[in-house]
């Protein structure tokens, strides 16, 4: 498994997982200690809209600080649609051509643009987890995607 295709099996999980959300459950507690279901997929959508951002070489469409939430809420009235549009300018920016290949200034640093998309990857997936279990849902995710992140993570 590569970063790309990493990050395009986190959005599907994940995506499955906020097309199962219902509107009642948005204000439950979720295991982010400080968020409820709402605030973290805020998150994970200023996160995407961030990274889609620092991929393209381009001001963000939603400027938002490493593991805070945004400004404004980013779901509106279809939450499933805001997550697809999101992930997609994501996914479509870190297929740029030397997207994951450069240095990219990012708010935590310059880093590789792989590990950029390393860390968006496992914020989606492990966010996607936390939405799931706040929602009440149970959440299975690829061992394969599973296994990669983790020893992405131990790096």
């Not at 295709?5 to 599907?12: E, I, K, L, P, R």
């Not at 914020?123 to 996607?128: I, L, R, Y």
Request: net charge negative.
């Amino acid at each position: 498994m590569d970063t790309l295709h990493a990050m395009q099996a986190a959005v599907g999980s994940t995506g499955e997982i906020v097309g199962g959300i219902e509107p009642d459950s948005m204000g439950r507690p979720s295991p982010c200690r400080d968020w409820d279901v709402r605030e973290v997929l805020n998150h994970m959508l200023g996160a995407l809209w961030l990274s889609a951002g620092l991929f393209a070489d381009e001001p963000p469409r939603v400027a938002v600080a490493p593991g805070a939430l945004p400004h404004d809420d980013l779901i509106g009235d279809d939450l499933p649609a805001a997550f697809k549009e999101a992930a997609e300018a994501a996914i479509t920016a870190a297929h740029l051509e030397g997207t994951l290949d450069r240095m990219i200034e990012t708010p935590a640093g310059t880093m590789p643009g792989a590990a950029l998309g390393g860390i968006i990857t496992l914020d989606v997936f492990v966010h996607g987890w936390d939405v799931a279990r706040g929602a009440g849902h149970d959440a299975s995710f690829d061992p394969a995607l599973a296994g990669y992140l983790l020893g992405f993570a131990e790096q």
